[in-house]
C-alpha cells in the first residue's frame, strides 16, 4: 500500500509538471487516500473519486480544438486513473480539423472553439444516423494576447489597437497609439512582428469575433476560422504561436491564457473603455462568460457572447470550446466512454480543475444543461 501511494503521488507531480509547473491538481496533497479502492483499479485520486466509469471500455479517439488541449490534458489523466482499461485519445489539432475528423465518423467527439455551423450539421446527420452534432459548453476561459518587447512586462491595448496590429496597419512598437494607451512606457522603435494561426482555428475565429464586434472601424473581415489578414508569420496550433512569442523579440500573438501561464509570457490588458484595463484571467473571463445566452435549439448549446461588454473587470476576448457530439446516433462501441468522460468533464470535479489550469468554468446554470445532455446521449 505505502508503495503504491507512493508511485501515485511521484505520478501526480509528473503531470503537472507536464502541463505547468504552476497548475495545482486537486490531487496534489490529499493524504487522505486510505481504503480508497474499487473494481476499476485501486489507488484513485481525491479527483477521480467521484469518476462514474459505467460502460466506459476501451479506447475512445477524439480531436481538435489545441485550445483545450491543457485542460483536455487534466480530465483524461484525472479520468484514466479512475477508470482502468479505458484509453482516451486526444489529438490537439485544431478546431477545424477535429470538425472535419467527426463528420467523417473517425472520432467519437470533437473539440471546437466555434459552435458548428449550418453546413457542418447538415453534414454531421450522415455520421450521426438517426441525430445530428451538437454542442457542448464544456472549457471557457481568455483569448490572451501575448507580447515579447524587452524591457517592457505591462502593456495595455484596446480593440481598434490590436485590430491595427494584427492587419499590420501598426507596424512599430512605439506608435502613437500604443503610446497614448501607455504613457510613461519606454516604447522601443522596433518593428512588430505579429503571429497567427496557420491552420484553421476556432481560437482564430473568435478573436475575429471580438475585433469585429469591438472595433469595427478596423477590423473589416468576417469572423471566420482561416486568417484573413494579409501580412503577419503563420505557426502552427496555439502551443506554435505561444512558442514563437516565447522566443522572438518584438513579437505579439494571440492563445489560450493557459499557453502564456505555462510559459511565461507577459500578456496584454485590454481597454474596454470602463474605468480601468482588465487583465486576462480566469476570474474576468468567467464575468463575461456569466452574461453569456444559450442560442442553440433543442440539445443544442451553443453560446451567444457579449464582445463589447464594459462591465467593471469583465474581460470580453473570451472563447468556449464545446465538445461535438451526436445527440443520437452515436456508435454503440464508444458511447458508454463518450458519456462516462463528457459527464466527468462536466462534473463539479471536472470543471474545478479549469480554473486552477487558468481556464473559466462554464457558468454553473448552463453546465447542469449540459451535464443532463451527456446523460441523455444514445
Known amino acids: 500500500m505505502k508503495l503504491q501511494r507512493k508511485n501515485r503521488l511521484r505520478a501526480t507531480a509528473l503531470g503537472a509538471l507536464a502541463v505547468s509547473g504552476a497548475l495545482v491538481l486537486t490531487a496534489c496533497g490529499s493524504d487522505d487516500n486510505s481504503g480508497d479502492t474499487s473494481a476499476s483499479g485501486g489507488g484513485k485520486t481525491k479527483a477521480a ?46 478546431s477545424g480539423e477535429g470538425i472535419v475528423a467527426f463528420n467523417q465518423g473517425t ?7 466555434s459552435a458548428l455551423k449550418p453546413e457542418e450539421v447538415a453534414d454531421s446527420k450522415k455520421i450521426c444516423k438517426t441525430g445530428q452534432g451538437i454542442n457542448l459548453p ?49 516604447l522601443p522603435d522596433k518593428a512588430i512582428q505579429a503571429f497567427h494561426r ?33 501580412g503577419g508569420q503563420a505557426a502552427s496550433g496555439s502551443s506554435g504561436v505561444a512558442s514563437q512569442v ?16 505555462s510559459q511565461q509570457i507577459s500578456t496584454v490588458d485590454i481597454d474596454t473603455g470602463g474605468s480601468a484595463p482588465v487583465k486576462a484571467t480566469s476570474e474576468n473571463a468567467s464575468k463575461a462568460i456569466a452574461a453569456a445566452k444559450i442560442k442553440g435549439t433543442g440539445k443544442d448549446l451553443a453560446l451567444e457572447l ?3 461588454t464594459k462591465a467593471e473587470g469583465a474581460y470580453p476576448m473570451v472563447l468556449v470550446t464545446y465538445e461535438v457530439v451526436c445527440d443520437t446516433g452515436n456508435k454503440a462501441e464508444t458511447l458508454g466512454t463518450v458519456k462516462s468522460f463528457l459527464g466527468y468533464a462536466a462534473s463539479a470535479d471536472g470543471q474545478k480543475l479549469l480554473t486552477e489550469a487558468g481556464y473559466a468554468p462554464i457558468p454553473e446554470e448552463i453546465n447542469a444543461k449540459v451535464r443532463e445532455t451527456v446523460a441523455g446521449l444514445s
Open 49 to 94: 473519486s467521484n469518476v462514474k466509469c459505467d460502460g466506459a471500455k476501451g479506447q475512445l479517439r477524439a480531436s481538435g480544438s489545441s485550445a483545450q488541449k491543457n485542460a483536455m490534458d487534466l480530465w483524461v489523466k484525472e479520468y484514466m486513473a479512475a477508470c482502468s482499461g479505458v484509453e482516451i485519445n486526444y489529438n490537439s489539432s485544431s
Open 246 to 261: 516565447k522566443q522572438v523579440d518584438g513579437s505579439i500573438g494571440y492563445f489560450e491564457l493557459s499557453y502564456a501561464t
Open 107 to 113: 472520432v467519437g467527439f470533437a473539440g471546437s472553439d
Open 198 to 230: 496557420s491552420e484553421d482555428s476556432g481560437t482564430t475565429q473568435n478573436l475575429g469575433k471580438y475585433l469585429g464586434a469591438a472595433a469595427p472601424q478596423d477590423w473589416k473581415y468576417e469572423a471566420e476560422k482561416k486568417w484573413p489578414a494579409p
Open 306 to 308: 457579449d464582445y463589447t
Open 138 to 186: 464544456m472549457v471557457g476561459g481568455p483569448i490572451a494576447v501575448g507580447f515579447h518587447l524587452e524591457g517592457i512586462d505591462s502593456l495595455t491595448l484596446d480593440a481598434p489597437t490590436l485590430a491595427k496590429i494584427f492587419d499590420t496597419k501598426i507596424k512599430k512598437w512605439n506608435d502613437e497609439a500604443i503610446a497614448k494607451l501607455n504613457p510613461g512606457a519606454k
